[in-house]
């Protein structure tokens, strides 16, 4: 016979099956180890791709956002809204401080506005080395107008707006008919500047009553309706905030495509964004959540909100499709409203002009 006999009893070796076995094993674990490396590899090339793609998604982004903030500043040029230009301008500069067209423009608006400041000589006014001091207020009633008038001027001047306001308005109570124009004009760009001054504060509501106040003597610049207009775009945001998500986003959204340098309104829409999507991912519904994400890393990449986007990717991947027949055998339900197909409540989409 052909097998094998052991030395103990003369019974046949299993050594021959025992390592073909073992090689059988061995062979399949080389399998599984390529293959797991093949995976991985797989996978990690994707990864990588979709970081490169983010990348360049964020960078073609950002250089439509400067290239429309600086058509926007041109116009603003033309309007003769430096300050405003110059504020763009400075901004896309934070962003690409070697962009030429925004340094051209930037000087282009310095000067005109250098030009506009420039005081224009006068036989009538002779000029003074040092400025003149301000005056206390006058308590009570004014005794004499033309002293007090002086003194608004003089406020005016030193762009002391809040007093001036303040002064002006006793003046005029008391003195309605007394060089009503001027006081006029010298109220409107007092309740302008410090309306202005206010909205880049935390006063925003106070400045916008200042322009209500100056809308009432004269028509506001396309500068100050702008300014207006973010403004109210800001207050809107920020009274959701924290309270409905989507209604908070689509302001902010309107606030950082047309002034992006206003009171961080980039920030506050990432925010409103990843907010809005983690309630999505709270409630297991992912691809909404996936969108949410990629839009809010387009304004600004961070770890966290990465890790958060690939896992809704992940997840909305791999959701289980809604069946398109009907279910059946179940009870009917009586005096309920549809459901709007999301788990938060949608808000009417609310009119607001566009900043073009």
Excluded at 25 to 41: E, M, S, T
Excluded at 319 to 340: E, H, K, N, R
Aim: charged letters at 20%; a negative charge.
């Amino acid at each position: 016979m052909d097998d094998t006999v052991s030395p103990a009893g003369g019974q046949p070796s299993e050594k021959p099956k025992s390592h073909k076995a073992t090689r059988l094993v061995g062979l399949l674990l080389i399998i599984v180890a390529v293959l797991l490396g093949w995976f991985l590899l797989v996978g990690y090339l994707g990864w990588q791709s979709g970081q490169t793609a983010m990348i360049e998604e964020r960078e073609a982004e950002l250089t439509a956002q400067i290239s429309r903030q600086i058509d926007l500043a041109r116009e603003n040029i033309g309007q003769g809204s430096y300050n405003l230009a110059l504020r763009r301008l400075e901004y896309v500069l934070e962003l690409d401080p070697e962009n030429s067209d925004a340094l051209s423009l930037r000087k282009q608006a310095q000067a005109a506005l250098d030009s506009l400041n420039t005081p224009q000589p006068t036989t009538a006014v002779t000029a003074t080395s040092t400025p003149l001091p301000e005056p206390s207020p006058t308590p009570g009633l004014i005794s004499n107008p033309e002293t007090e008038l002086q003194r608004i001027r003089r406020l005016s001047a030193n762009q002391n707006w809040e007093d001036a306001i303040t002064a002006l308005v006793s003046f005029q109570r008391q003195f309605p008919d007394v060089e009503r124009q001027e006081t006029d004009a010298l109220l409107y760009d007092a309740y302008v500047n410090y309306g202005l001054s206010l909205l880049e504060g935390e006063n925003v509501e106070l400045g916008l009553y200042y322009l209500d106040q100056a809308a009432k003597l004269g028509d506001l610049s396309q500068e100050v309706l702008d300014y207006r207009l973010w403004a109210e775009l800001y207050l809107q945001g920020i009274a959701f905030y924290d309270v409905n998500w989507d209604v908070a986003t689509y302001y902010f959204r309107e606030l950082c495509l047309a002034a992006p340098f206003y009171q961080s309104a980039c920030e506050l829409l990432q925010e409103s964004l990843e907010s809005f999507a983690d309630q999505y991912a709270v409630a297991l519904d992912w691809c909404p959540a996936q969108a949410l994400y990629q839009e809010a890393l387009s304004h600004g990449r961070s770890q966290p909100l990465v890790e958060k986007l690939n896992t809704a990717a992940e997840a909305c991947l791999l959701a289980t499709p809604t069946p398109l027949a009907p279910i059946t055998d179940t009870l009917p339900i009586s005096d309920t409203v549809p459901s709007l197909g999301s788990p938060f409540v949608i808000p009417l989409t609310p009119t607001v002009v566009r900043d073009n």
